[in-house]
């Protein structure tokens, strides 16, 4: 495995570490924009190194999941339920 790719897969498990801590304190507080903010830059994060590295699709499928945030901080799209299983889902997928 060349070092390139253990590097983007320990960035990785960082970012989606960090996206399960949100998540967990998101559930106790869904109102809490910094952690909405927190969830979308991982996201956004995770998409631009799957990206540079050629995982286009984790690339792909994080950019949906940064839409979804996206939508809920610019308040087009109230947080609820739903969207935090779908989220853990993911999370679970990326894995």
């Given at each position: 495995?060349?070092?390139f790719i253990k590097k983007f897969i320990e960035e990785a498990r960082e970012f989606i570490a960090q996206i399960e801590t949100s998540l967990l304190s998101l559930e106790e507080n869904p109102?809490?924009?910094?952690?909405?903010?927190?969830?979308?830059?991982?996201?956004?994060?995770?998409?631009?190194?799957?990206?540079?590295?050629?995982?286009?699709?984790?690339?792909?499928?994080?950019?949906?999941?940064?839409?979804?945030?996206?939508?809920?901080?610019?308040?087009?799209?109230?947080?609820?339920?739903?969207?935090?299983?779908?989220?853990?889902?993911?999370?679970?997928?990326?894995?």
């Open positions: 495995m060349s070092d109102k809490n924009a910094n952690l909405i903010d927190e969830i979308f830059r991982y996201m956004h994060s995770l998409k631009g190194s799957g990206g540079m590295f050629g995982f286009d699709n984790i690339s792909s499928f994080t950019h949906h999941l940064e839409t979804l945030f996206d939508e809920v901080r610019s308040g087009n799209l109230a947080l609820n339920n739903q969207i935090i299983e779908i989220t853990y889902q993911s999370v679970y997928l990326l894995k």
